[in-house]
């Protein structure tokens, strides 16, 4: 036995003689790790107790932190309820009814209707002065097909007068026609539930921005903004126009200014104007409830219209 431990002693010894000569950086290079990490420890200090650590030292105190120590606690602030957004999982609660919000709408037949008339007024007037008109008053010496129409304009036939009735007629009797109404509601806290939109709309101000779609003479829609203060009740007259809305110019005070247009604009500053159809004058029929039941929130059309006739005192004839 002493000669086999004697054998293996020898064997491991020229074993690492052996790795120290094939190696020779990686055991210089461990022995450098081993020296540096024994002197880090050495260097490091002591760990300090667990009363030392609570106690946080002067230096290591922020200034801000020391100015928010120094100021009394605030107050939580009352949050009204009807202004409180109650959060959901995906952020805070979405209101109930969009900003721009539909308060009237009149029947869908109604609307097609009168849409489809004026348009078709438009096409019997071009039919009857384009093709009837030259072909019974057309000058045969004219030159060609356009040459007959322009004698027939120039003319002023009969037919060409009949046609153009219907169209006058009806762009300017259904004028007044409100397709729709529409009411800017920027609140969020208003639009959250019927009730908060309710009671918002029971006292609206003056400059709530208002949206009144009309009917132009060709069938097209013509979308008039204006305030609340500026709109008046009127008594319908069925011989000359059955509106009962009337437009008024008011300045900030809400003393209404005849001339809508500034003083001294020039003639055709106001052809344009007149050309661009301007709606002073509307008609919504509040015999029948349907156009606000037809609305996205029943019942704000019926405390607007209260508020229009508080504003309009005397109804202006």
């Not at 105190?61 to 605030?74: G, K, S, T």
């Not at 093709?131 to 004219?142: E, K, N, T």
């Not at 322009?150 to 003319?155: A, D, E, K, M």
Request: with cysteine; net charge positive.
């Amino acid at each position: 036995m002493s000669l086999l431990n004697g054998a293996a002693l020898r064997l491991r010894g020229f074993l690492r003689t052996r790795s120290a000569l094939t190696h020779p950086i990686g055991c210089r290079a461990n022995a450098s790790t081993r020296s540096k990490t024994s002197a880090s420890r050495k260097a490091q200090p002591a760990r300090p107790s667990l009363a030392q650590r609570s106690q946080t030292p002067p230096s290591r105190i922020r200034p801000a932190d020391q100015q928010e120590a120094a100021q009394p606690r605030r107050k939580t602030p009352n949050i009204n309820p009807e202004d409180h957004q109650e959060p959901t999982r995906y952020g805070p609660k979405a209101p109930a009814y969009p900003s721009h919000l539909l308060i009237y709408s009149a029947s869908r037949s109604k609307i097609v209707f009168i849409a489809w008339l004026k348009s078709l007024t438009v096409f019997c007037a071009v039919g009857c002065s384009a093709i009837i008109a030259p072909l019974v008053y057309g000058d045969p010496q004219s030159n060609g097909w356009l040459g007959a129409i322009s004698s027939t304009f120039v003319s002023l036939n009969p037919i060409t007068v009949c046609g153009f009735i219907p169209l006058f007629f009806t762009a300017f009797a259904y004028a007044p026609f409100v397709a729709r109404v529409f009411l800017g509601v920027a609140a969020p806290s208003a639009r959250v539930n019927k009730d908060t939109l309710m009671r918002y709309t029971e006292n609206l101000k003056k400059d709530a921005p208002l949206q009144i779609v009309t009917i132009r003479w060709y069938g097209a829609a013509k979308t008039t903004t204006l305030k609340l203060g500026e709109l008046r009740a009127i008594r319908p007259r069925w011989w000359g126009s059955f509106a009962n809305l009337r437009r008024e110019n008011v300045d900030a005070s809400g003393r209404i200014i005849k001339d809508r247009l500034e003083k001294g604009a020039s003639p055709w500053r106001r052809l344009v104007a007149r050309l661009d159809e301007p709606r002073n004058k509307f008609f919504i029929d509040m015999s029948n409830e349907r156009g606000s039941k037809n609305s996205d929130a029943p019942g704000v059309w019926a405390n607007v219209w209260r508020q229009i006739q508080k504003q309009s005192g005397d109804v202006i004839s």
